[in-house]
């Protein structure tokens, strides 16, 4: 049993990293947030700042500076593991990359320590692989942005034990979240499973020539009720998540119509709100501002 949770790590200072990172200091847990250059945190850092900065501003939070004293940043992954009781993994989605973190992990880890992966794709009996305590390996998915978002995906691999299971959810809940356990470990699990299907069927209606990409966004906010369009949803999310996405799905079964915008976008590096220019543009990388 994970007694008490001292030390939490995110590994991957990116997109979801560093909102996951944030979510765990607002909920009072001493956060160790890693990368691999010291440009990449402070980058995390600013981001996080303007987020806390907002929920300060509406009452949500009481003292930004507090929380952010609680998160670490290091270059150093040997330091962000060692002795952790929590790490969550949130490095890019490939498979070699995240099996080095892991097996670190596994190696540097308290003894009861959970080592829980944000893949969006890879099934967590794949990762799980890579580590000893595969008992201990479970997926915690969060949706972006963490800090808004109230879904988190909790993944049962083959091994993954029931009190593992427990344990997450609790901890999701202590985060102000709302879990849904996936009990089938399958390549994209169940949102994203979702979500990729209504992307390529919005690819399919613009390439060939049924509709634009402004009357897709335009029918999936007033008639499908989404919060967002759909090729929005891709900028905000960064086209390079959801094409290496995509791209993990597919080498692992799931098969879905080849959007040849998606693969584009990915090699010109226009990768949505993060690069200033996706399917739409932004005042400039990293601003959000709805076209
Ligand atoms: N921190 C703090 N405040 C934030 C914030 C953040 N990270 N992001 C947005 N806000 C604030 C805005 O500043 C704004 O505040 P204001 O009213 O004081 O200016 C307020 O929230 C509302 O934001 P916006 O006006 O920009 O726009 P919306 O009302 O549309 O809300 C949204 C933004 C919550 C992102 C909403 O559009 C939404 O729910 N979009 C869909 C997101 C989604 O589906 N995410 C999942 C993607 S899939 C994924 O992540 C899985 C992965 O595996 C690929």
């Not at 998915?141 to 609790?170: A, C, Q, W």
């Not at 985060?175 to 390549?187: I, T, W």
Request: hydrophobic share 40%.
């Amino acid at each position: 049993m994970m007694s008490m949770i001292r030390k939490f790590t995110v590994i991957g200072a990116g997109t979801m990293g560093h909102g996951i990172a944030e979510v765990a200091a607002i909920s009072g847990l001493e956060v160790w947030l890693n990368d691999v250059t010291e440009d990449i945190l402070k980058n995390a850092k600013e981001k996080i700042s303007w987020s806390l900065s907002k929920l300060e501003e509406k009452g949500q939070i009481k003292s930004k500076d507090e929380v952010l004293s609680r998160i670490h940043l290091t270059t150093d992954q040997e330091e962000a593991l060692k002795d952790t009781d929590f790490m969550v993994e949130a490095v890019i989605e490939d498979i070699n990359i995240k099996s080095k973190v892991f097996s670190k992990a596994d190696a540097l880890s308290s003894d009861n320590a959970i080592l829980a992966s944000n893949t969006s794709s890879i099934p967590i009996s794949e990762i799980a692989k890579y580590v000893k305590k595969g008992e201990r390996v479970v997926g915690m998915h969060f949706f972006n942005p963490p800090v808004i978002m109230p879904l988190v995906e909790i993944i049962k691999g083959e091994k993954t034990s029931e009190e593992t299971v427990k344990e997450v959810y609790n901890l999701a809940k202590r985060l102000g979240k709302d879990p849904v356990v996936v009990n089938k470990d399958v390549p994209g699990f169940l949102v994203n499973r979702i979500l990729f299907r209504v992307n390529e069927v919005a690819c399919w209606l613009v390439e060939s020539g049924k509709a634009s990409i402004e009357d897709v966004d335009y029918t999936s906010i007033t008639d499908l009720g989404f919060p967002m369009g759909i090729f929005l949803l891709q900028d905000y999310t960064g086209l390079d998540v959801g094409y290496l996405v995509g791209k993990a799905m597919e080498e692992r079964g799931f098969k879905t119509y080849e959007c040849k915008m998606f693969e584009e976008k990915f090699k010109s590096k226009e990768l949505g709100v993060k690069s200033g220019k996706g399917f739409y543009t932004y005042p400039a990388p990293g601003k959000f501002v709805r076209p």
